[in-house]
């Protein structure tokens, strides 16, 4: 019982350990990849058929490989692309990690 109540309440301080960004004007989705659970916004820049994009991981993860979690971040990041184009092709003019958010913005073609 200890055990447990000590492991939630670490868990609960490492949860406030990292940035957590938005997207002015959008809404969370959530999207499980690999047993990983990210949190997905996507919102219009403005100009015709190009969105602003951030994928931010949303499971807790100790030690992580950071090559595996930035795939796993541009695996989301395809799908949610590819639904936002309904299947059509795209193209990022932007991308990057920033920590363990990747943002990128993207045009519909």
Not at 92 to 99: K, V
Request: charged content about 20%; aromatic content about 6%; hydrophobic content about 40%.
């Amino acid at each position: 019982m200890r055990f447990g109540v000590l492991a939630l309440a670490s868990a609960l301080l490492l949860a406030g350990c990292y940035k957590v960004d938005t997207l002015e004007g959008t809404s969370a989705e959530q999207i499980r990849v690999d047993g990983r659970l990210f949190t997905i916004r996507v919102g219009p820049t403005g100009s015709p058929n190009t969105w602003r994009l951030l994928v931010q991981r949303a499971t807790m993860v100790l030690n992580p490989d950071s090559e595996l979690e930035t795939e796993r971040a541009h695996t989301v990041a395809r799908q949610i692309m590819e639904r936002t184009c309904k299947g059509g092709r795209y193209s990022q003019a932007i991308e990057g990690m920033d920590g363990i958010n990747y943002k990128t913005v993207f045009t519909c073609l």
